[in-house]
């Protein structure tokens, strides 16, 4: 299949820039080939965020999205930043909450939703959009110019044999591909490696977000009201934090980030999210009420130091694919859908002058560096990396950065998350409390949640490089740490009276978060895409 621009992942980036292509076209009278490939069920189903959105790009490319009935329909209303001890905390008085942290003007909504709304924009431009479809191998012309993407066949076995039900894959041939798959995303790791997109940057580093939405007691409800945590549960070395958002009826959206560059391998990303919510200040919200859906997310952290050359010949890289998350005002949907934006206009001027494909995207990252996202990410720059000195150290630093609008004379560097974990032997075991079952709940009643399903008789979508590193290395110096950095229970060391101990892994249980892919200490875990529909089917995420 031909088309001038194909893009991989419909998420706020990629629809942005799918929408933007075909607002070109029309102004201009010319026809230009749109096609979007969504590996989730349908659009928004593989879409999780907390989430507080910035209309900023939005208020750009779609100026009547009020009219168009967009589902933004809770305007923030206040702000309450606490620093939580087990037993209580401190709030931060707003006067001193800097103007980055603060949400007059955006919306608490569901990303998901936003995206279903997205995407029928697009399809009423004419942009082709395909759920459904796990983009699975990138190809390439002769010259090595990207040349677009092949999807994953269906109806493979285990054993790599053909199903009655087999359907070969299909080739998209495009004259520029943009990949817009997220944090982490399978072929974008790729295509960095190949064209050596990092050799100016900074690594990317990574924290694992973990979501849940609960319809609360009526007279709980507070709707507008924005509140974030740091410090407890986590230890001063563990850079993290908590978001609590009132939406819609009676609807709240309570999550916890782990950054992965924590330390200690026995620590839980999962279980300490269950214990953050047993907390005296946020226990009260959720008690009588229902947990109606769970998910989990790896998300970019690095930021403005950690973003990679953008283009590569036939295409660029658009939204969390390059990283374009701001830390401390915990958004990056707006900034993801500028880049997408912009990368189309540089698309469609190119398609212009060379119809064929062969004119690089050089306009896209010049005017991504002249634009809002990176002056706002430059200003930010240091906040995130301040951490590795500890939380008092970090937040000092941060403060510094966050009133004196980014002046400060320097840049810290990021280091490799899956670098960062001591041995099992040199750090404290945690233990974790039982699930109460009121507001804390286990692992597996919580992918039930997230809608989560694989066809099982299918090759393993989680790839070891070396299957002697999960015993060899991993349980022997680091206590297989993926049986706790896994938020859905994919990971599981059996040991029985058949034989020695073995990595067990319920791929069919995967939510897709990459965590595994970021954290595992030898890089060992290579996270491929399952058939196409598979993974959760998240619900107002």
């Given amino acids: 299949m031909e088309f001038d621009v194909v893009i991989v992942g419909a998420g706020p980036a990629g629809l942005a820039a799918a929408i933007r292509l075909r607002q070109l076209a029309e102004d201009a009278g010319r026809e230009i080939s749109v096609t979007v490939l969504e590996k989730g069920s349908e659009v928004g189903a593989h879409i999780l965020s907390g989430a507080v959105f910035e209309p900023r790009a939005l208020d750009e490319l779609i100026p009547d999205w009020k009219e168009k009935d967009a589902p933004l329909n809770t305007p923030a209303r206040a702000d309450e930043f ?11 008085p707003g006067a001193l909450l800097p103007p980055q942290m603060r949400n007059h003007g955006n919306y608490i909504i569901s990303l998901g939703n936003l995206c279903r709304w997205l995407g029928q924009q697009a399809e009423e431009l004419g942009v082709e959009v395909y759920p459904g479809f796990a983009a699975a191998e990138v190809l390439y012309h002769e010259d090595g110019r990207v040349k677009g993407v092949a ?9 790599g044999s053909q199903k009655a039900s087999y359907e070969p894959g299909v080739e998209l041939h495009a004259k520029y591909t943009l990949f817009a798959e997220g944090a982490r995303g399978s072929l974008t790791k790729q295509v960095v490696e190949r064209f050596d997109l990092r050799k100016r940057s900074d690594p990317q580093t990574y924290g694992i977000g973990l979501k849940e939405v609960w319809e609360i007691e009526p007279g709980k409800h507070r709707p507008g009201l924005v509140q974030h945590s740091f410090g407890w549960p986590l230890d001063s070395r563990t850079y993290g934090g908590s978001f609590l958002y009132h939406f819609d009826e009676n609807l709240v959206s309570i999550g916890f980030v782990v950054a992965l560059d924590y330390e200690n391998p026995h620590l839980s990303p999962f279980d300490e999210f269950q214990r953050f919510k047993t907390h005296p200040v946020i226990r009260p919200v959720l008690e009588g009420g229902q947990r109606l859906a769970y ?8 930021g403005y130091q950690s973003i990679p050359e953008t283009v590569f010949p036939g295409g660029a890289l658009i ?3 390059a990283g374009f998350l701001n830390v401390p005002k915990i958004k990056g949907s707006h900034n993801a859908m500028k880049s997408g934006a912009l990368a189309a206009e540089a698309a ?12 690089p995207l050089d306009a896209y990252p010049v005017a991504l560096r002249r634009s809002w996202v990176m002056k706002e990410l430059r200003q930010v720059r240091n906040c995130r990396p301040a951490f590795r000195w500890g939380l008092a150290a970090g937040t000092v630093i941060s403060f510094m950065e966050l009133w ?18 001591k041995k099992a032997a040199d750090a404290p075991k945690i233990a974790y409390p039982k699930p109460d079952g009121v507001v804390s709940f286990d692992k597996p009643s919580s992918v039930y949640l997230s809608n989560t399903n694989h066809e099982e008789d299918q090759p393993a979508h989680l790839t070891l490089k070396d299957d002697g590193v999960p015993i060899g290395v991993n349980l022997a110096l680091y206590d297989a740490p993926e049986q706790r950095y896994c938020p859905a229970g994919v990971y599981e060391i059996v040991e029985d009276d058949a034989g020695p ?10 939510v897709h978060c990459k965590t595994c892919d970021i954290k ?20 107002n995420m």
């Fill in 404 to 421: 004196s609008g980014g002046v400060l004379p320097w840049t810290l560097r990021h280091g490799q998350d899956h670098k960062s974990l």
């Fill in 520 to 539: 595992d200490p030898t890089q060992n875990i290579v996270w491929v895409v399952p058939e196409g529909g598979g993974g959760p089917n998240y619900a």
């Fill in 348 to 359: 469609f001027a190119a398609l212009g002058e060379a119809d064929d494909g062969t004119k």
């Fill in 82 to 92: 606490r620093y939580l001890t087990r037993k209580g905390g401190i709030r931060m």
């Fill in 319 to 321: 939204g969390c694919a």
């Fill in 501 to 510: 101990p073995r990595l067990q892994i319920n791929a069919q249980n995967c």
């Fill in 151 to 159: 999807t994953g066949d269906m109806g493979i076995a285990k054993d």
């Fill in 295 to 302: 998910g989990a997310r790896a998300i970019n952290e690095g």
